[in-house]
Every structure is written in structure tokens, then in C-alpha cells.
């Protein structure tokens, strides 16, 4: 079976981070009279959409960083 290349525990973390955020994007005050108004959908889309391009990236980028494993006993 082929080893992912990413790790598993990366995108998790990355995951849960985005989540948190998202959540607590509910509760910051965004200088708007109530924080439930009618802006309130776009500063969540915003953070899930800057949290999916992180977690992209992270994937893109993390081939591209791993090394084999005996890179160093060459």
C-alpha cells in the first residue's frame, strides 16, 4: 500500500483549526450593529473559504517539502 504524502495528522490539525476559527468568527464583533444582521453569512464564507485555501496549500506544498527517508545516508 502507498504511504500518503501528506501527513494525516497535518490536514487534521488544519481542519480543526479552520473550524475554531469559523466559530469564533460568530462570536468577534465586526463593528455591524448586531453581529446576526444580514453581513453575518459573508465573514463566515470568508473565513471558510481563507481556511480551505490554507488547507490547499498545505496539500500542494507538502510533497514538495517531504524528503525520503534515507535522504541523509546518501
Keep these: 500500500m502507498k504511504k500518503s504524502p501528506y501527513p494525516r495528522r497535518l490536514i487534521m490539525i488544519l481542519a480543526i483549526v479552520t473550524i475554531i ?16 444582521l444580514p453581513t453575518f453569512a459573508p465573514f463566515i464564507a470568508i473565513s471558510l473559504t481563507g481556511g ?23
Design 52 to 74: 480551505g485555501l490554507f488547507i490547499l496549500i498545505a496539500l500542494c506544498l507538502s510533497p514538495l517539502l517531504n524528503r525520503r527517508e534515507d535522504y541523509y545516508d546518501r
Design 21 to 36: 476559527l469559523t466559530i469564533i468568527d460568530v462570536v468577534i464583533h465586526h463593528h455591524c450593529g448586531a453581529p446576526f
